[in-house]
């Protein structure tokens, strides 16, 4: 019997079984895959390195910097942002509220339009203030640069409309710059950094599996290939489909929040159990692929117009030049969907990369050299009315049980990989009575 298990070896389960050890306490790791990383994952692929999705670590507390220097070493890119907007035909800078210079003169006229009649007429209330992310885009930013990418590129990430999200998320997400700055970007091409994520790191070679593989190392004894099949808060007892298992004191989980719920054992309450059913998330085709050609030197490129499948375009080659062989391209290709919509995925990957070929990020389908599609079944949890009760409900029941339920997933939340790190690290400071 371990005094604290660790479920998940993602990086929020890697973070508390490596601070664990750090703090002498007795705990256990355990990962349903057959290797560390969860989401945060990379494959290789005739010589393409794929992640996940883009993985990239936005860092501002010391401590995690200084963590990830340590871990990385030599093997760190440190890289100013390059991503952009493809609208009405044409690539403007991101983000789009700062950056209309190049669009058509109707779109501009209509962006400045709205927003200098809410930066004048708006209040400049808290996030939280505004009833529906809708609402907080209609005062903060107006009702063109809503209409012409705020409203439907969410809505085609999130899946849900933004009448239908609140603004619990937000923080320092979307990007709000001052008039000068919206009326510089109208005019000129301003290259002026502006958000959370201007610079980012990202490992010189191996992905971001790099990390994982890196922090795993200093976390002997990550016991893989052990699915949890239930867990039994009254006996603090885990279930493994191996037929294993294993006593616990306390209990760390970084499986998504539903899952967790649904594999309690006993009489969880009621309230507990509908309060899961209620929480809601979408999903993400990731479609990687391998291209014949060095064929852009951007970052990402939003596509926030309906008629394209995707919301965005990522280039893995240029996080780092050894993604992908000479002479090619990496790119992966990211298309929102909910599981009750019953759509034909294999369908939605052929219009996406046909799209791609049509707005000329790819020269000709017969340049693509390797093509690996990922389903991420549970990627970004929407924040509806509900979430925060249902939320609260859930994590108040497991924290009575003696389980701390962290990550982003774990979490039911919005978040990036160094708050993923931060959270399986106050997690074991709280058994170990330092947090």
Known sequence: MADTIIIGAGLAGLSAGYHARKLDLDCELFEAGPGVGGCCKSVERQGFVFDYSGHLLHLKDPYFQELVKELLGDNLNVIDRNAVIYSHGAYTRYPFQANLYGLPGSVVKECLLGFVKAYHNGEDLPSRSYPTFHDWIVAKLGEGIGRHFMF????KLWTVPTEEMTCDWLSEYVPKPDLDDVFNGAFQDQSKGFGYNASFWYPREGGIQALCDALAAKVPGVRLCEAVTAVDPAARRVHFASGRSESYRRLVSTMPLKTLVERLEGAVPEEVR??????????????????RGELTDRHWIYLPEERFTAYRVGVYSNFSRSAAPPGTT??????????GWGVDKEALVRKAVRELVEIGL?????????????????????????????????????ESQGIGSIGRYGNWEYSGMEEAMQQGKAAVERIAGKG
Do not use: K, M, W
Request: include cysteine; aromatic fraction near 10%.
């Open 274 to 291: 509908l309060a899961a059913r209620r929480l809601r998330h979408n999903s993400v085709l990731i479609v990687n692929l391998g291209v």
């Open 362 to 398: 790819v020269p000709s389908l017969d340049d693509i050299l390797v093509q690996d599609v990922v389903d991420l079944s549970c990627a970004y949890v929407i924040y509806d009315r509900g979430h925060a009760r249902n939320r609260e409900t859930i994590l108040d029941y497991l």
């Open 330 to 339: 990496s790119f992966y290709v990211e298309i929102g969907y909910q599981q």
């Open 152 to 155: 439907p590129y969410n809505a």
